[in-house]
């Protein structure tokens, strides 16, 4: 995935907004929650996102996946596909997508109404087979 092809699917959901900080890094929120963030890793692109447990255990295993630099260090679930082979196109959208979710779920019912965001989906954590 492209930084380009990055910012294109991360705009596609509810409600998100897209700022540059942290030394050039492309980062996107909902309601006002970082959900994924394109920034380097040794010169390249690298894509963080936020995984649940079972995601966060199984993922980093994968030869280019890693504990995200800064935020895993500090107890969050968040990983990073750095390098390849990493995760596929597919499987880092889906991943993308479950962080979204993952963030909105954690705001107020509230907040999530004035923004449109839909209710979180039942049925607890999502896979980290993202075959399954």
């Not at 991360?10 to 409600?15: G, I, Q, S």
Request: overall charge neutral.
């Amino acid at each position: 995935m492209t930084r380009e092809e990055f910012n294109s699917f991360c705009a596609t959901f509810p409600a998100t907004s897209h700022v540059v900080q942290w030394g050039n890094a492309d980062v996107w929120k909902a309601g006002g929650k970082v959900f994924a963030i394109c920034g380097w890793a040794d010169g390249k692109d690298a894509f963080t996102f936020k995984t649940g447990e079972i995601a966060f255990e199984v993922l980093q295993e994968r030869p280019g996946v890693r504990p995200a630099p800064y935020l895993a260090s500090r107890g969050m679930k968040w990983l990073q596909h750095f390098k390849d082979p990493g995760l596929s196109d597919a499987e880092l959208k889906e991943q993308i997508s479950l962080s979204y979710s993952l963030v909105t779920a954690g705001l107020s019912k509230r907040k999530r109404a004035e923004l449109g965001i839909p209710e979180p989906q039942p049925g607890g954590e999502a896979s980290a087979d993202p075959g399954s």
